[in-house]
């Protein structure tokens, strides 16, 4: 136990604000900034999916557009074929790992 002094950085750990913080209060607020550090490392990789998705999906819509040259096309073919190939494994890994998570 520790007791606090006034505007001490430990303050917020003080849950039950009695002015002493216990291990027990200190295990809760381990666990609580645990949990935050794994949303926010799922809400980043869902994002990085969802924009992957709207990448592909833009890119391709923008190459039916009647403004690009079928020899405009033909060149970036080769670039074209890796963009997809990547962001495609990005969202793949994505839906697996969360899957594979979600078993644990």
């Known amino acids: 136990m520790k007791q606090l002094e006034e505007n ?3 303050s917020p750990f ?3 604000g009695d002015g002493i913080v216990t291990d027990d209060e200190i295990n809760k607020a381990k666990e609580i ?3 935050e550090d794994k949303s926010r ?3 980043a990789q869902l994002r990085l999916a969802r ?3 709207i990448a592909i999906g ?3 819509l923008l190459l039916f557009m009647p403004f690009i040259s079928d020899e405009r096309i033909a ?3 080769k670039i074209s074929d890796l963009f997809y190939i990547s962001l495609c494994s990005v969202v793949g890994a994505y839906m697996g790992f969360t899957s ?3 078993r644990k």
Request: glycine share 0%.
């Open 100 to 102: 594979w998570a979600s």
């Open 14 to 16: 003080d849950f039950d």
């Open 33 to 35: 900034r645990e949990f």
């Open 8 to 10: 001490s950085r430990f």
């Open 41 to 43: 490392k799922h809400l």
């Open 75 to 77: 060149q970036i073919t």
């Open 51 to 53: 924009y992957s998705l």
């Open 58 to 60: 833009i890119y391709t």
